[in-house]
């Protein structure tokens, strides 16, 4: 009989040792399960290794591989979002419905034929019916400058154009190309495919220069809601997503808060390359302090180097002042990974100690290893945490069972952290901190999950950042669904291709996520600008007054934190920070 027939017959008996009175014939099942598991995952995977040698040999041969087709959605599917659901604390709905938003231009009245009516016929007023509809068509102007000469002066005198017209094309025009591109991830040839339609003559090449070029004003407008967003909270939420520029591989970053998001796309996607960002275009310092140190010694940094450097304790550098003390102690071409390593504990200690920029205190992320160690606290996703048991698929019942009640208690206890965030409280604080020691100490005796277990325990002083902060989310979907953003637009327009093109996607991406986040029309804060009216309050201001209103509801007494929460097993957030913002 074939081994997976004999596994599936075995599966079919559903035996569970823990009902099992001698405990030798017991220890013995779950052995045998354990050899099962461990053969059915070798087989799965030597049978990828299989399918790409022959892949490989059938490239060789000048054939085609076999075709990459995905399982079913419900096979695959490793997310958590209907065990969260159902533990999530119910929200009371509103009742406006969408005919009270919607601004009404046109009145009409619809009369009854009063030939038709009856004598007798009483008026019991009106109904009202609102029909939504738009009006695209070509607007041209034709401007007649006046002009007038002064023979005594030899000066002509011309009327001027309108501050909003700029060259041949109005600002109505290039904010619907702009938010035809950036909003609904239109491509460029089809933009011109349908202004033709519409009856407006312009090139595929001004198109493209509308996208990219003279975004002067928009790119400090970036600039502002970055540094007003990464003042606004006392946490930040990161991740990235692969990009393409002119071919070559890049990576986008995305940094954001409820407020606001910001999109970067750099070559790398390393610690250096992050703080860069933080940075807000400041330029790097380093710093050899106490944190340095320290810092070198957590990347590993060998103690004989680090007493070599310890002669440059306190000092601070430049780059090219940093550039020449590296190659004074690393020789170039020699000792690359431990001078890249300095390097980095050098600038993040300066990093730290900067005033001038807002420096970020807690950073929520993935587990991702460039993101550690950036800042001082590191909070954690528990949905990326929860997605690595969604990933376990035993073959045994009895595995499958011991996985499913685990999951159970793991969003159970989730649930407990989100109902922890809306109303926090010293001694429920108390009782989840211990119970997360009780949950994640759990001996299931199914070793995939065990050692699963173990991980999640190691990352208790990150996942559980909210017991210290609650305004800290639990999750890192903010920044997930602003990297899906920018896969969606990949979908499209494969790769940037110039540098300008690159600088005013991350831009108009930029402000478009944030204009959302603030409820601000994006087509209206675009033309806004474009026209040169500025009636439009910036959306770095409103994310300064909506941070600072959402602050003092939070506390009312001005207070930075009660710090009540020293009784558990990690210090408060802010016990090292030197810059605390008020």
């Known amino acids: 009989m074939h081994l997976e027939a004999l596994f599936q017959k075995l599966m079919s008996l559903n035996i569970n040792p823990d009902e099992i009175e001698n405990k030798r014939y017991a220890k013995a099942f779950i052995i045998l399960f354990a050899i099962v598991e461990m053969l059915s ?40 979002e209907d065990e969260r659901n159902q533990r999530k604390p119910q929200k009371d709905r509103k009742n406006n419905t969408r005919i009270d938003k919607i601004e009404i231009h046109r009145a009409e009245t619809c009369k009854v034929d009063r030939s038709t009516l009856p004598e007798d016929a009483i008026f019991k007023g009106y109904s009202p019916v609102v029909i939504r509809d738009i009006i695209v068509k070509p607007w041209n102007t034709k401007y007649f400058k006046e002009h007038f000469y002064s023979p005594s002066e030899g000066k002509t005198y011309s009327g001027k154009l309108p501050d909003s017209v700029k060259g041949e094309f109005g600002a109505k025009l290039i904010t619907f190309i702009l938010t035809l591109y950036h909003v609904a991830n239109v491509s460029e040839p089809k933009i011109h495919e349908c202004l033709k339609s519409i009856g407006i003559l312009i090139s595929k090449s001004k198109i493209s220069r509308i996208i990219t070029e003279n975004n002067d004003f928009f790119h400090e407008e970036k600039a502002e809601i970055f540094q007003a967003g990464l003042n606004s909270t006392d946490y930040q939420q990161i991740d990235d997503t692969s990009a393409r520029v ?53 990347f590993n940094v060998s103690k004989i180097w680090i007493e070599r ?158 017991l210290t902060a609650p305004e800290i989310p639990l999750h890192n979907n903010a920044a997930e669904l602003a990297a899906r953003a920018k896969v969606r637009k990949r979908d499209v327009s494969l790769q940037t291709v110039t540098e300008k093109g690159t600088k005013a996607n991350d831009t108009f991406m930029s402000i478009i996520q944030t204009a959302k986040k603030l409820s601000v029309s994006a087509y209206d804060y675009i033309h806004d600008r474009i026209s040169n009216k500025f009636e439009m309050t910036s959306l770095a201001q409103l994310i300064r007054e909506k941070s600072t209103l959402n602050w003092k509801s939070r506390f009312p007494l001005n207070l930075k934190r009660i710090r009540y929460f020293s009784f558990l097993s990690f210090e408060p957030w802010d016990h090292h920070w030197p810059h605390n913002k008020s």
């Open 309 to 466: 450097l310890s002669s440059l304790k306190d000092e601070i550098y430049n780059k090219e002042e940093m550039s020449r003390k590296m190659d004074y102690f690393f020789p170039p071409g020699r000792y690359k990974t431990t001078r890249m390593r300095v390097l980095e504990a050098c600038s993040i200690a300066s990093y730290h100690q900067m005033t001038n920029i807002p420096v970020v205190n807690i950073l929520l992320s993935d587990d991702a290893p460039q993101f550690r160690k950036l800042t001082y606290q590191h909070a954690y996703c528990w949905i990326h945490d929860g997605r690595n048991y969604k990933k376990l698929r035993p073959l045994v019942p009895y595995y499958q069972q011991k996985l499913r009640a685990f999951l159970d208690k793991y969003w159970d206890y989730y649930g407990k952290l989100c109902e922890f965030k809306i109303k926090p409280d010293l001694e429920v604080a108390k009782q989840l901190d211990a119970e997360f020691d009780q949950l994640f100490s759990t001996i299931t005796r199914y070793d995939h999950l065990d050692e699963r277990i173990s991980k999640t325990r190691e990352k208790k002083k990150s996942l559980l950042k909210v």
């Open 41 to 80: 995952k070798e087989i799965v995977s030597l049978k990828a290794e299989i399918q790409m040698l022959r892949d490989e040999n059938n490239l060789l041969k000048g054939e085609q591989t076999k075709p990459n087709i995905r399982g079913s959605k419900k096979k695959d599917d490793i997310s958590s």
């Open 246 to 298: 002119n071919g070559t591989n890049c990576y986008t970053q995305i940094i954001c808060n409820q407020y606001y998001t910001a999109y970067f796309t750099v070559p790398n996607k390393n610690r250096e390359t992050i703080l860069d960002i933080l940075l807000c275009g400041n330029e790097k310092t380093y710093l050899f302090n106490e944190e340095a140190f320290e810092l070198m010694e957590t």
